[in-house]
């Protein structure tokens, strides 16, 4: 039963210890280099949310940089279970973090003989503001400037970090980014729009993160026998005459863009299928 009060126990290296004391070594290369990758995965009423999903992933992003998987996927679930009833269980995000470990010096080359550090913390994780969702968000499109391999789920965000700055400064909520003239993601999201009645959303490529949330919309979509498709590019120019767009992640889930670089989105207001969409999300996340 989730109490008043917010999580505070974390799991750092085989052990519990309160969040505040929770810390690493200044040697470790998730902190010098951002040599590590991580997973935020929902959890409602105790129960995290496509947890498998989110191992597997994890997973691939750590053979991707060559990073020993500490746990394994059972080890993973036990693991995390243990993290949420700790916590109190409740609706919560669990934010999970890998690093290649740390070394006894600072070192650009990647050492063979260190253990993964291994960081695990639960947020309070609040569902979406219902005036928030009847009125949309605002983003903004701008080039990426992120690495090639946005498809690991690594910590190294800084591109990311600024690129999201860069829209709150200009009232918006999120960022789009654009590369080579094709529609990519978001900062921290994925991107579908309606294009003639027909939900779109990037194929997926080394420059896309294969988002969780993304994968479901995409289920729901063939469930329901819509009309839809990956592509291969969605050009900044066909998004802002979109008659819908949407952005999804774990902690957003699917969220409506109701602004594009200053200008509505459609009539304004979220679309009849965004309606539609979430409505059947919404069942799914409660099952």
Known sequence: MRTDTAPDTAWVNGRFLPLADASVSVLDRGFLFSDSVY??????AGTPFRMDDHLQRLARSLDALGIADPHGIDGWRALLAELV???GGGDLAIYLQVTRGAPSRRDHRIPHDVEPTVVAFC???????PEALAAGLAAITTDDT??????IKS???LANVLAADAARAEGATEAILVRDGAVLEGTSSNVFAVIDGRLVTPALRPTILPGITRGVVLGIARAQALDHAEVDTLTP???????????TSSTREIFPVTRLDGASVGDGVPGPLWTRVRGWLQAGLHD
């Open 39 to 44: 997973e935020v995965i929902p959890v409602y």
């Open 85 to 87: 009833e700790v916590n």
């Open 123 to 129: 947020q309070t994780r609040a569902a979406p503001d």
């Open 146 to 151: 992120r690495w090639r391999d946005c498809h």
């Open 155 to 157: 910590t190294s965000l």
């Open 237 to 247: 120019e066909a998004l802002r005459a979109a008659e819908e767009v949407w952005i």
